[in-house]
C-alpha cells in the first residue's frame, strides 16, 4: 500500500477510537433515560397498596438502617448502613511494575428508605450501582457514597491488614505485597437518594433490588433524566465530528492509494 495512504488510515485510526468511545458512553445514557422513562414514579405507600408492582419503580427518599442495622466499615471502622471495599495490589517483576485488577468485597446490607407515606427496604446492590450521570454544575452530585482511599507498603500497615484477614477481606498478613491499596465506600444513615428499582416480593411487603438495570443517585429525577438526555445529546454530537474526521482521513487515503495505483 501506498505509504501515504497508510499514513492516512493511521491518523484516522485516533478520530475513529475516539468516536467509538464517545459512542458507547453515549448509548449507555440514552440506555439510562429509557429506563428512567420506563419507570413508574412512586410514594413508599402507593407501592406496598398494589398487588403487581411495574418492573421498574421511581422512588425518592431518606435512608435509614432496615434490618441489618448500623455496619462498622472495615477499613475506617466508621459507622455505617453499607460499604464496599476494592482492594488493589502493587508488584514488581522483571524490571516492570504491575497493578493488579480491583479485587471487591461488599456488606450484604439490607437498608429501608423512607418517604412521608411510609418505608420500603432496598438491597445493598442499588448502592453498588450509581446513576452516573454527569452535572456541569456538581459533577460529582450522583455520588452517593463516602469514599476514602488507604495505601500502605510492605511493613506497613499491620494492624489494618490483621484486622481485614479476619474479616475475610485479604489474606495477605503475613506475606503483604510492596504496594497496596484499599478503596472503601460507604454509604451513611439519613443520606437522600432516588432510587430506580425492581421491586421483588419480602414477605407481605415490597424490597427493592437492581435488577433490570437499577441503581441509585443523590440527584432528583428530573436532573436524572433532564442530565441524561442533555449529555446523551452532546456526546452524539461528537461522534458524528470524530466519525467524519475518520471517514474524510480514510477516503484521502483510499484518494492516495487510487493515485499510486493509476501512477505505476
Known amino acids: ?73 472495615p477499613v475506617t471502622q466508621r459507622r455505617c448502613l453499607w460499604w464496599r471495599v476494592d482492594e488493589t495490589h502493587t508488584y514488581e517483576q522483571e524490571l516492570r511494575t504491575y497493578t493488579t485488577s480491583p479485587v471487591t468485597h461488599r456488606s450484604q446490607a439490607v437498608v429501608e428508605m423512607h418517604d412521608e407515606t411510609g418505608s420500603v427496604l432496598l438491597d445493598g446492590q442499588l448502592f453498588d450501582r450509581f446513576l452516573e450521570v454527569y452535572d456541569i454544575d456538581n459533577p460529582t452530585g450522583f455520588r452517593l457514597a463516602t469514599h476514602d482511599i488507604v495505601e500502605g507498603n510492605r511493613g506497613g500497615r499491620g494492624k489494618l491488614l490483621l484486622r481485614l484477614g479476619e474479616l475475610g477481606i485479604c489474606d495477605f498478613a503475613d506475606n503483604p505485597p510492596p504496594k497496596f491499596t484499599f478503596h472503601e465506600m460507604r454509604v451513611d444513615q439519613y443520606s437522600r437518594i432516588t432510587v430506580l428499582g425492581a421491586p421483588v416480593r419480602d414477605g407481605d411487603s415490597w424490597r427493592l433490588t437492581a435488577r433490570h438495570g437499577g441503581g441509585s443517585s443523590t440527584q432528583s429525577l428530573e436532573t436524572l433524566l433532564a442530565e441524561a438526555d442533555r449529555e446523551a445529546g452532546g456526546l452524539f454530537r461528537f461522534v458524528r465530528v470524530f466519525t467524519l474526521i475518520a471517514a474524510t482521513l480514510a477516503a484521502l487515503a483510499g484518494l492516495a492509494q487510487l493515485a499510486a495505483i493509476l501512477g505505476q
Do not use: H, N, W, Y
Open 1 to 73: 500500500m501506498d505509504d501515504t495512504a497508510v499514513t492516512l488510515l493511521a491518523i484516522a485510526a485516533a478520530p475513529g477510537a475516539i468516536a467509538a468511545v464517545f459512542g458507547a458512553t453515549a448509548a449507555r445514557r440514552q440506555s439510562l433515560s429509557r429506563r428512567l422513562r420506563q419507570a413508574v414514579p412512586m410514594t413508599c405507600r402507593e407501592l406496598a397498596a398494589t398487588d403487581r408492582a411495574p418492573k421498574l419503580v421511581l422512588m425518592a427518599g431518606r435512608l435509614q438502617p432496615g434490618p441489618t442495622g448500623q455496619l462498622t466499615s
